[in-house]
């Protein structure tokens, strides 16, 4: 039993969609958020960068007495994870495995459609792993970077002209494969599952990485015997690196429900 903390980050809002199901699953789980509003997206910079970012993104995080970190960024979790993981004495869990395990068990067709950011594609990180579990797979993926600053502004709903066409250009080659599943590689995404289902058809199988993951999570806490105590009130905590002002309403569409819980600023520079 251990009821300390969870720590989970993002780049940004995205990794609200892995705390929805994180708090739909766990109820009795207490967590830490940390969303990089300030420099998001992360996914057009560097490795390099990507990687000094989810350090000091870890280090605000254990400044606290977590128990375990949830990098609930699709970027970091493709670019830097590898790199950084064994350095934290922590259980730690990344979207990308959690969101491949259900692609290789869903796709019949074993043509599996793949989006996310620049950084997550280059990565070949999805690829990777798909393919040492399904060596005859066929990945079709595409770098969206026009997808984050329209979620990250609102531009979510079926009907909006800018998403639908971005939508449009971005899926229309993988849409042409054929694919019975698709992965949505970034965490922001689920907020436009409805605008790209609409566009891929019924029959595709789409997988959110931060829902995913949070099953994923459930069996780590359970593994390492560190759940919380049953029947406890679990707090939330929200930082962001950018102002909060309009941070509660943009956080409840990710979250689908209001913002409970206390939101502060915080200024990474010293981490
Ligand atoms: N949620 C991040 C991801 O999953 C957003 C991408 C970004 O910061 O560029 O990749």
Redesign the pocket.
Known sequence: MDNRPIGVF??????LTAVQKLIELLPNEDIIYLGDTGR??????SRETIIKYARQDIAFLTSFDIKAIVI???????TAMGEIENDYDLPIAG?VLPAVEKAVKVTKNKRIGLI??V??INSRAYDRLILERLPDAEIFSAAC?LL?PLVENGRINRGDIMIETAVREYLTPIKEQGVDTLIL?????PLIGDVIGDFMGGEVSLIS?GAETAAFVAELLEKNGISAEKGRIATHRYFVTDSIEGFSSAASLFLRQDVRGEVSKVDLHNF
């Open positions: 993002d780049s940004g809002l995205g990794g998001v997206p992360y996914g057009g910079r609930a960024c699709g970027t970091v979790s493709t979207v996310g950011t950084a997550s970077p984050v590689g970034c965490t922001h995404y990485p």
